[in-house]
C-alpha cells in the first residue's frame, strides 16, 4: 500500500513546542496509537503513513493547534482525547470548548470543560430545570454541577445551594460507624465538601454553611419538604431507589434547578431492589424542561490510565453478560 503524505503547519515555534510536548512525547503517543510517522519541518508537521491514518493524525494535530491557540494545556490526557475524537472523525468537534468559563474558583483559576460530552453536559444544566449527569468515575459530573451552582448563587439566580445523596456505600451501614449522624454522613458527603471549599475557599465557605445558604445533608433529609429558589444537586443517585427518586423529584419548588448525578456501573443497593436513577433515565427522557446527559470513558479527564481502567472493567461486564446469557440458552 502506497503511503500517503499531508502537512500541518503550526504558524509558530510556541505552537509548535506545545504540541510536541517534553522529549516529542505528545508527537510519540499520535504515532504509535495512530501507525505514522511525523516529523518537523521548520513549524510543519509532516505526516507519513496509511491515507485514512494521515488525515486522522493531521485532524490530531489541527485540533490541538486550537487547544493551544486558547490557551489551553496540551497533555498527555488532552492528546488521548483528541486522538479518540479524530479516530471518529469528530476531531473539528474540539472547537465546541473554545468558548465559554463555567466558573471561576476563589484563587482565580478558570474552570472550563475539557471534552464536548461535558460541554454538552453543561449546556443541558443552564438550559433545563432538572438535568441527568450519566456516566463513570472521572467524568467530572458532580464537580461541574458543584462550579455551576456556586456561579447560579453569585449571580443572585439561586439563594441556597442544596447538596445530597444517599447514604448507601458497598457493604457498610450507618449504624456501624462512630458518633452522631452528622459525623455518620460526612465520609459520605466528603467529595462535595471538596469541591465547594475549592470554588468558594474555606472561609466563605464556612460563613455560607453557618448561615444556611449552603445545605449538606444525606438524602432521607429531603422527605416532605419543598426546595425553592435553590440549586439542588443529587450525587451517586445511582443508590436511589425509585421510590427514593420519585421523593426527591417531587421537591422541587419554584425558581429551583436539580442537577442528579450518577454512575449505573457502580450500583451498590440490595439485591432486588433497582435503581431510581436508571429508572428515571427512562420515564422522564420525552418531559419538557427534563436533560438526560450521558457520559462516557472518553469524558473522563482525571489520569488518562483512570479511562483505560473504566474500560476494562465495561469490557468485562460484556464478557461476564455474554457468558451468563449462553449458560442460560444451554439451560
Known amino acids: 500500500?502506497?503511503?500517503?503524505?499531508?502537512?500541518?503547519?503550526?504558524?509558530?515555534?510556541d505552537k509548535l513546542?506545545?504540541?510536541?510536548?517534553?522529549?516529542?512525547?505528545?508527537?510519540?503517543?499520535?504515532?504509535?496509537?495512530?501507525?505514522?510517522?511525523?516529523?518537523?519541518?521548520?513549524?510543519?508537521?509532516?505526516?507519513?503513513?496509511?491515507?485514512?491514518?494521515?488525515?486522522?493524525?493531521?485532524?490530531?494535530?489541527?485540533?490541538l493547534l486550537t487547544l493551544a491557540e486558547n490557551g489551553e494545556t496540551v497533555d498527555k490526557g488532552r492528546v488521548q482525547y483528541c486522538?479518540?475524537?479524530?479516530?471518529?472523525?469528530?476531531?473539528?468537534d474540539i472547537t465546541k470548548l473554545s468558548s465559554g468559563t463555567v466558573a471561576i474558583t476563589y484563587r482565580g483559576k478558570p474552570i472550563k470543560c475539557k471534552t464536548v460530552g461535558q460541554k454538552k453536559y453543561v449546556d443541558s444544566i443552564k438550559r433545563n430545570t432538572v438535568t441527568f449527569g450519566i456516566g463513570p468515575a472521572g467524568t467530572g459530573k458532580t464537580y461541574l454541577a458543584v462550579c455551576l451552582a456556586v456561579q447560579a448563587m453569585k449571580q443572585k439566580q439561586a439563594d441556597k445551594i442544596i447538596l445530597t445523596r444517599p447514604a448507601v456505600e458497598a457493604g457498610e451501614k450507618l449504624g456501624f460507624l462512630p458518633g452522631d449522624l452528622q459525623t455518620k454522613v460526612d465520609p459520605y458527603l466528603r467529595?462535595?465538601?471538596?469541591?465547594?471549599?475549592?470554588?468558594?475557599g474555606l472561609e466563605t465557605y464556612t460563613k455560607l454553611m453557618e448561615r444556611g445558604s449552603i445545605?449538606?445533608?444525606?438524602?432521607?433529609?429531603?422527605?416532605?419538604?419543598?426546595?425553592?429558589?435553590?440549586?439542588?444537586?443529587?450525587?451517586?443517585?445511582q443508590n436511589t431507589t425509585r421510590e427514593q427518586m420519585k421523593m426527591f423529584l417531587t421537591r422541587l419548588g419554584d425558581g429551583s434547578k436539580?442537577?442528579?448525578?450518577?454512575?449505573?456501573?457502580?450500583?451498590?443497593?440490595?439485591n432486588g431492589k433497582s435503581s431510581g436513577l436508571e429508572h428515571a433515565a427512562t420515564v422522564l427522557k420525552e418531559v419538557d424542561g427534563v436533560g438526560i446527559m450521558y457520559l462516557t470513558d472518553k469524558d473522563v479527564v482525571r489520569n488518562p490510565l483512570v479511562m483505560q481502567i473504566v474500560r476494562?472493567?465495561?469490557?468485562?461486564?460484556?464478557?461476564?453478560?455474554t457468558n451468563a446469557d449462553g449458560r442460560k440458552a444451554d439451560e
Open 83 to 92: 486522538i479518540e475524537l479524530g479516530l471518529d472523525g469528530k476531531a473539528q
Open 17 to 63: 513546542q506545545k504540541i510536541l510536548g517534553t522529549f516529542d512525547e505528545n508527537l510519540n503517543i499520535i504515532m504509535r496509537e495512530l501507525g505514522v510517522l511525523i516529523r518537523v519541518d521548520g513549524v510543519t508537521f509532516v505526516i507519513e503513513g496509511a491515507e485514512e491514518k494521515t488525515v486522522q493524525a493531521a485532524s490530531v494535530i489541527e485540533s
Open 215 to 237: 445545605e449538606i445533608a444525606p438524602l432521607a433529609y429531603m422527605r416532605g419538604r419543598t426546595l425553592s429558589n435553590s440549586f439542588v444537586i443529587l450525587d451517586e443517585a
Open 191 to 200: 467529595p462535595l465538601y471538596d469541591a465547594l471549599q475549592e470554588m468558594l
Open 312 to 321: 476494562a472493567y465495561d469490557k468485562d461486564d460484556k464478557r461476564r453478560l
Open 1 to 13: 500500500m502506497n503511503n500517503t503524505v499531508k502537512k500541518v503547519g503550526a504558524g509558530s515555534v
Open 258 to 270: 436539580m442537577v442528579i448525578t450518577g454512575d449505573v456501573t457502580q450500583i451498590d443497593l440490595p
